[in-house]
């Protein structure tokens, strides 16, 4: 069975500072992996994926993850953040199946 | 493309009382998800169509739960019986296959159940 893990549930940050929220999966198959963040009182929305190819995967507001197969990890970085990225950000794994397996998520809490 | 829909946003009912939520997905989405989230969690899977077919089903979805989409379009998700504990947020997405988008799932703002 699948299974993903947020290491850290709330991070807090000041702005600019460079962040990483770390996330782990485990799987005895292929995977694809994903990072979700939920906005204050907005819905889930894809930040970015892996599924082939290169293993470090951009977003279009600066964040990137990198996928580290022998680690068994996805974690997500930004070098300088933003009072806007304060949100919710959730890791998830699929493996073709479409059962995807969410993390329990990290809070990312931006201080000015 | 209006987005995922999901009806009613808020549920209020009574222990024992059954419920059915909507979701309606981007129109060209074949494929179609359901989850429930609690407070303080990621979604936890709940059941997956393909067009009309369910082809997964969690072993949290109890026979007090039952999906449908019918044509491939709409769908609903009814818990019979509800349960103090089917308290959640339940979430729905669509994603489409074959395109440079496989695998991105859309989510709807979800339907806030509280049973009392």
């Known amino acids: 069975a699948q299974s993903v893990t947020q290491l850290d549930s709330q991070v807090p940050v000041f702005e600019e500072a460079p962040v990483e929220l770390r996330c782990n999966y485990s799987?005895?198959?292929?995977?694809?992996l994903f990072w979700y963040v939920q906005y204050p009182n907005q819905g889930l929305q894809l930040l970015l994926k892996?599924?082939?190819?290169?293993?470090l995967v951009e977003s279009i507001n600066g964040f990137e993850a990198e996928f580290n197969k022998s680690q068994t990890s996805f974690h997500l970085r930004k070098p300088s953040v933003h009072i806007s990225d304060t949100a919710e950000y959730f890791c998830?794994?699929?493996?073709?199946?479409?059962?995807?397996?969410f993390g329990a998520g990290t809070r990312l809490f931006v201080k000015a | 493309d209006t987005g995922v829909s999901q009806n009613p946003r808020h549920k209020i009912t009574k222990r024992g009382q059954n419920v059915t939520f909507r979701c309606d997905p981007i129109?060209?989405?074949?494929?179609l998800y359901w989850y429930r989230q609690t407070l303080g969690q990621g979604p936890e899977f709940l059941t997956y169509?393909?067009?009309?077919?369910?082809?997964?089903k969690s072993r949290l979805l109890s026979d007090r739960f039952s999906a449908e989409r019918p044509k491939g379009s709409f769908s609903t998700l009814e818990i019979q019986r509800t349960e103090q504990g089917d308290s959640a947020m339940y979430l729905c997405?669509?994603?489409?296959?074959?395109?440079?988008?496989?695998?991105?799932?859309?989510f709807g703002p979800g339907t806030r159940l509280t049973v009392t």
């Open positions: 799987s005895s198959v292929s995977v694809y």
């Open positions: 129109s060209e989405h074949n494929r």
């Open positions: 169509f393909q067009n009309e077919a369910q082809l997964e």
């Open positions: 892996y599924l082939s190819g290169s293993t």
């Open positions: 998830a794994v699929d493996t073709g199946g479409f059962k995807t397996i």
């Open positions: 997405a669509s994603s489409i296959s074959g395109t440079s988008a496989d695998y991105e799932q859309y």
